[in-house]
């Protein structure tokens, strides 16, 4: 074996052949990062293979060096890599590349070490301080040591500044052997301000019990199914099971990886995993600063954790025995990436599971509907958890018809009389409400009453959003923003007119009927940091807040005993979208919110405002019934060949020349038309629902069916072989999860 397949860091979508030198041998592996020769220069590259003969003639250039010892990718992950870049229609290298941290890849990022000092005997030391403070001599050196021999070991900078001294005396205590010194590698730690209490398991409840021993059993045997799919509603102890599944798989010397979204990756999830196992936990996210990340993933390199926590690229920490994969509430749309390599993290997760023989674990009150078929049609074991832990009863669930109308005839409708009226309820009883709108700001649109004006960001084909408080105008889009108009820049009339209420004018109303409450307002207007975030949090936890009022960053996750009402102001928000899946977000959606009512030992209650209260997703969500949704929904899924049934792939134009990109979206279709066998269906080019972006046009294509393994490999092949006309982007979307 002696000719090694590199890709250097271009995206060529190419490997290169090397010779591996004599010197080299036995050292170069897949996986391992290599500097070569490359042009006139030279590149780094990832060695993705090992082979005896080169298909090229010419004579090979000789690999020149191997990089530093951390950037080396396990052999497993290379693969994943590989089958990423085809089944994602994406270049290697941007599959390669998400594999690693970019602050492992790079090699810049380095351990951070510090200078410890101490005394290399105490008796010796002590008996140095005395002699010589009778005799008043060597008073630094003396300080010194009087610091050291308080503390076990210090750092430099410690050790200066509590002394008050020079370096000088350090050194000559150095130099007479009295003080050692020691350089030492230490370890950023992202949560080391948290501050965790040791837990113990729990006793399993029946179902828990149910739900472990067919994991248990799997673990033991990983050979037939590897994939559980747990579906337990909210506050079923979904993450108990986790955490004894992992007690289980470490026992058997194995490793964990754990996913959560990026929006649950909070302090609050983390100490749970942390209370239960230590610092055998590494956390990645993507707060980190370079330094941390580099660190974590260290940890991880070196067997120094057992367990990573994190969101959707803690998929790829570099475990050699990995055991157990689990990706929590799999259902959340973030696990997909917004860019090349698109790549999903459950399915990824599910195919690293079956490459590694380790069991994956995928947890949700709603599973989505390609797990749960899957767990239905026998590919995946299924453990359900249909009761709350201690029995704690499911929220009851009271539904508002909007179209009945006003509170009173001067007040606003968005907030119905019995929704007041609960939360009135609930304030002279001193628990809390949550409410929710998922839409941020004061007014979705402003529009002159006088000549119909409407505010439209010019880049975007959306209109722009009012945020009272700041007076300005945004687009939620591009983040473009402007001064609020008194008057319309149009006609000059002062008829404006603000409508689709969003949480800022919910705060301002609320504030106005219940006057005394005291409320906050959680989104990401709001929360910029997260610090802000963890702060209105434990506010609300130490019953400082009698209203939380947010998006859907308050549905999730969140743990508060004392919330015992949460009110959804307007349940339609989502199901207009023009996506197929709008009907399931919208169920796994007020599903999720109304899971934070009634934690403690009072039955929660949800009130559900509608105005399509006949509306069979509304129905099913109001009565929680998730077998009778998907039923419901996957009727038509099935009819119309939309996921599950079938895959979904969307290739997408986008570019600032309208004409352009309908032409090359046309043309592009041309190709791929004559391939189209009877089980696809394809949606002529035609514009995004949301046509232009930061300035830019968006078409698509649409295609979806069975067996289009052939034609995801040429679209693969066209997109990146072909040379595409300037002023156009181009890509695909495989299993798409928004087509807007
Ligand atoms: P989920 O992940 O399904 O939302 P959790 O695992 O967070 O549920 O459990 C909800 C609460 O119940 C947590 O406070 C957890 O500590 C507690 N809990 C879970 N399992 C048990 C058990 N077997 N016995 C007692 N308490 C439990
Ligand atoms: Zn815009």
């Known amino acids: ?103 492992v890849r790079s090699g810049k990022v380095k351990h951070k070490t510090l200078k410890l000092f101490s005394v290399v005997d105490t008796k010796e030391a002590e008996e140095f301080v005395i002699e010589h403070a009778e005799k008043k001599r060597y008073e630094p050196q003396l300080t010194v040591l009087r610091t050291l021999l308080r503390h076990k070991e210090v750092s430099q900078e410690q050790l200066l500044k509590e002394s008050g001294v020079t370096i000088s005396p350090v050194k000559t205590l150095i130099k007479n052997g009295l003080v050692s010194e020691e350089k030492r590698v230490v370890r950023r730690d992202p949560f080391a301000d948290v501050t965790i209490i040791a837990d113990q398991p729990q006793q399993p409840t029946p179902e828990q019990k149910m739900a472990l021993e067919k994991i248990y059993s799997m673990l033991d045997d990983v050979s037939e199914k590897h994939t559980l799919l747990l579906h337990g509603v909210t506050s079923s102890g979904k993450t108990e099971v986790y955490l004894q599944a992992i007690a289980k798989a470490l026992g058997k010397g194995k490793e964990a990886i754990v996913l959560v979204p990026e929006i649950a990756l909070t302090p609050q999830t983390v100490r749970r995993f942390r209370a239960r196992f230590g610092d055998m936990v590494s956390v990645l996210h993507s707060r980190l600063t370079e330094g941390e990340r580099f660190d974590e993933w260290s940890k991880i390199n070196d067997s120094l954790v057992k367990i990573a926590v994190g969101a959707r690229s803690a998929l790829f920490a570099p475990f050699q025995k990995l055991g157990l994969i689990i990706v929590d509430e799999e259902h959340e749309s973030s696990y997909k990436q917004g860019e090349a390599p698109r790549y999903h993290a459950r ?19 709603t599973p989505s509907f390609e797990t749960y078929k899957n767990a239905v049609d026998g590919k995946y074991e299924l453990a359900e958890l249909k009761k709350r832990v201690d029995d704690c009863l499911l929220p009851s669930v009271k539904v508002v018809d909007n179209r009945l109308g006003a509170l009173d005839n001067d007040k606003p409708s968005i907030f119905s009389k019995m929704l007041v009226n609960e939360v009135r309820g609930r304030l ?74 969003g949480t800022e004018k919910i705060e301002a109303i609320a504030n106005a009927i219940f006057s005394k409450a005291r409320i ?70 007020l599903t999720q919110v109304a899971g934070r009512a009634g934690r403690g030992d009072v039955r929660g209650e949800v009130v559900v405002q509608t105005f399509n209260p006949d509306n069979e997703t509304i129905r099913c969500s109001v009565a929680q019934d998730f077998n009778a949704f998907f039923k419901y929904d996957m009727e038509m899924r099935e009819a119309l060949a939309y996921p599950p049934f079938g895959h979904l792939l969307a290739v997408h134009f986008r570019s600032e020349d309208q004409q352009l990109c309908s032409n090359y979206a046309e043309q592009f279709m041309q190709h791929i038309r004559p391939l189209c066998h009877e089980k696809v269906i394809v949606t002529e080019p035609a514009p995004s629902p949301i046509e232009r972006v930061k300035g830019k046009y968006r078409y698509m294509i649409i295609l979806r069916g ?35």
């Open 1 to 103: 074996m002696n000719i090694a397949k590199v890709i250097v860091d271009l995206s060529l979508d190419k490997a290169f052949d090397y010779n591996i030198p004599e010197e080299l041998k036995g050292r170069v592996h897949i996986g391992v990062q290599v500097k070569v020769p490359f042009g006139r220069s030279s590149r780094r590259g990832y060695v993705l293979n090992i082979v005896e003969k080169s298909d090229f003639d010419s004579p090979l250039k000789d690999i020149h060096s191997i990089c530093e010892r951390h950037t080396k990718i396990p052999e497993p992950l290379v693969k994943l890599g590989r089958w990423m870049a085809d089944y994602y229609c994406c270049s290697r290298e941007q599959a390669v590349r998400t594999l690693l941290p970019r602050a």
């Open 347 to 365: 399915d990824v997760a599910v195919l690293r599971g079956q490459m590694e023989n380790a069991v994956v674990i995928l947890g949700s009150a």
């Open 428 to 501: 002279e009883k001193g628990e809390q409400t949550i409410l929710f709108l998922n839409r941020r700001g004061f007014a979705r649109q402003m529009m002159c009453d006088h000549c119909g004006y409407v505010a439209e960001c010019p880049q975007c084909s959306v209109s722009y959003t009012y945020h009272k408080k700041r007076e300005s105008l945004t687009c939620h889009l591009c983040g473009d923003v402007i001064r609020s108009y008194v008057r319309c820049p149009k006609c000059n009339a002062e008829d404006i007119r603000y409508s689709g209420t």
């Open 520 to 589: 906050e307002r959680m989104d990401s207007d709001t929360m910029r940091k997260t610090s802000s975030y963890e702060a209105v949090l434990n506010k609300f936890k130490r019953g400082e807040i009698d209203i939380l009022i947010g998006t859907q960053m308050i549905a999730k996750g969140l743990h508060f005993p004392n919330v015992t009402l949460v009110g959804v102001l307007n349940a339609d928000q989502g199901l207009y979208i023009p996506d197929f899946r709008s009907d399931e977000r919208t169920f796994q959606l």
């Open 706 to 740: 069975e067996k289009i393994k052939m034609l995801r490999r040429y679209i693969r092949r066209m997109i990146l072989d072909t040379r595409h006309p300037k002023g156009i982007d181009i890509y695909v979307d495989v299993d798409a999860q928004s087509l807007l």
